[in-house]
């Protein structure tokens, strides 16, 4: 279970009472390469492959989508969370100049967080300018799909969820985690290690969009990316800049279209 209740008093109306509430776990993952340490990172235990893989992709470390690079697990907490892993990758198809652009320790709620100096991805966007827009109903079920298979935000309400879905609207793969950008690296990776990462056409968030996700969805190849909240105005004129069609306020029957 990715999460573990806690006890706690809760306040109300000037009363209080004894509560047991579900949190959501964060556990440091730390990433090797070839047994140089390349990231640490806070996240919610689970698809720990997908994670890493997904990381090295979107940060353009390693670019290959058919050629996968072997993880193997080094250690586990005393509760069985995955601790530290190592990756084994072909060098001629990594890019050496990515390792230095992160310090090894990064913040799962903040993209920026660890950077020194922004990622710009250097592949053609996909799809064209011109690209259908989907009915706001369309989308809505796709959202819709997305929150009901967030059983641990249910449970915790501290997980953010993404997924992304084909051009049908049908969602190949949701992944949670406390960390916004986690989770749609978990996507990526999870699709990758499939061999289905092309299939993917819309990218949905459950929380707002930072410049980094806008970063993420366009080097994986999908031209859409639709979110519940808000995105931010880096992520804006990122997505203007790399052809990505952003939707974002997506509730109910209505959205906003910011490029």
Do not use: W
């Not at 806690?6 to 509430?21: A, C, T």
């Not at 809505?140 to 915790?156: N, R, V």
């Not at 990526?188 to 410049?211: D, E, F, P, T, W």
């Amino acid at each position: 279970m990715p999460f573990r209740n806690y006890e706690g008093y809760l306040n109300e109306s000037g009363h209080q009472r004894n509560v047991s509430d579900a949190l959501a776990i964060e556990h440091p993952l730390s990433v090797l390469i070839h047994g140089e340490p390349f990231m640490l990172t806070m996240q919610t235990p689970g698809s720990e492959e997908d994670l890493v893989r997904g990381i090295l992709f979107s940060e353009g470390v390693y670019k290959s989508k058919t050629i996968h690079p072997e993880i193997r697990i080094l250690e586990r907490s005393e509760l069985g969370y995955v601790s530290k892993v190592e990756v084994i990758l072909q060098k001629d198809l990594m890019d050496v100049s990515q390792l230095n652009k992160r310090n090894l320790l990064s913040v799962a709620s903040c993209g920026i967080c660890g950077r020194t100096e922004l990622f710009q991805p250097e592949a053609a966007a996909s799809g064209s300018s011109s690209r259908e827009l989907p009915s706001s109903q369309f989308i809505h079920q796709m959202m819709h799909d997305l929150s009901i298979q967030q059983t641990d935000f249910k449970e915790t309400g501290g997980c953010h969820g993404a997924a992304i879905a084909n051009k049908e609207g049908k969602l190949l793969v949701v992944r949670e985690d406390i960390g916004r950008h986690n989770a749609v690296d978990k996507c990526i990776g999870n699709l990758l290690q499939k061999n289905a990462l092309h299939l993917g056409h819309y990218l949905l968030v459950s929380g707002r969009v930072s410049y980094e996700i806008v970063v993420k969805c366009f080097t994986a190849g999908v031209p859409f990316l639709i979110a519940v909240s808000a995105p931010s105005s880096l992520a804006v004129d990122f997505a203007k800049e790399l052809g990505v069609t952003l939707l974002a306020f997506t509730r109910e029957t209505r959205f906003t279209r910011y490029s």
